[in-house]
């Protein structure tokens, strides 16, 4: 079975430092991990994917996530955060072939100035 | 760039009433899918759809609930009779060919819809 877990439901960061939004991953085999942000009234957009090619992903935004098979981890990251960043993060596993993905619970991030 | 639309944004409703959520997917993809957001809660997979008929359904969608593709452009998630516990928002997803393994879109990603939220009174 395949499950992620999203170990901050919010976390609040200062206009101009990183960001670091954490994510494991249980997974019977190699799997594929995503990040999807929503912004308030908006859709799920694809920040950055992994599918067992470089372990270092870079996504959009600025954006990138390490894959870590040893510690089971998908973290997010990014060096500065912007005003912009303000929204929800999920960490997302693909659970089949067939595409159905399951969500971890979400990180909201909150930028302060 | 193209995107996946749906619509009502906003759909309040009876409880015991029926009602079609809608969802143009983009238009070369091929893969289809449901999900759904109750409040305060994960994002749930509800179905997956491919070549006109559903590949995978999840505990949740039960015979209240169908999909169709009727027109080759518009996915549509239909509740025959809605319960106060189906408010949610729930968002349709597609996806491109991928290199099919399995029979499924492996290695591909999921766009998704800004969402319907449902409202049942």
């Known amino acids: 079975a395949q499950s992620v877990t999203q170990l901050d439901s919010h976390v609040s960061v200062s206009e101009g430092t990183p960001v670091l939004l954490r994510c494991n991953y249980s997974?019977?085999?190699?799997?594929?991990l995503f990040w999807y942000v929503q912004h308030p009234n908006k859709g799920l957009q694809l920040l950055l994917k992994?599918?067992?090619?470089?372990?270092l992903v870079k996504g959009i935004n600025g954006f990138e996530a390490e894959f870590k098979k040893s510690e089971t981890s998908f973290h997010l990251t990014k060096p500065s955060a912007h005003m912009s960043d303000a929204a929800e993060y999920f960490c997302?596993?693909?659970?089949?072939?067939?595409?159905?993905?399951?969500f971890g619970a979400g990180t909201q991030v909150v930028v302060t100035p | 760039e193209p995107e996946v639309t749906q619509t009502p944004s906003h759909q309040v409703t009876q409880m015991g009433q029926e009602v079609i959520l809608r969802c143009v997917p983009i238009?070369?993809?091929?893969?289809f899918y449901w999900y759904r957001q109750i409040l305060g809660q994960k994002v749930e997979f509800l179905v997956s759809?491919?070549?006109?008929?559903?590949?995978?359904k999840s505990e949740i969608f039960d015979d209240q609930f169908s999909v169709e593709r009727p027109d080759g452009s518009n996915f549509t998630l239909k509740i025959r009779s809605t319960k106060l516990e189906d408010s949610a928002m729930y968002f349709c997803?597609?996806?491109?060919?991928?290199?099919?393994?399995?029979?499924?879109?492996?290695?591909?990603?999921?766009?998704f819809g800004p969402g319907t939220r449902l409202t049942v009174l």
């Open positions: 997803a597609s996806s491109p060919p991928g290199t099919e393994l399995a029979g499924g879109p492996s290695g591909v990603t999921q766009y």
């Open positions: 992994y599918t067992s090619a470089a372990t």
């Open positions: 238009s070369n993809h091929l893969y």
């Open positions: 997974s019977s085999y190699s799997p594929s």
């Open positions: 997302v596993v693909r659970r089949d072939s067939w595409g159905k993905l399951q």
């Open positions: 759809f491919y070549n006109n008929e559903i590949s995978e």
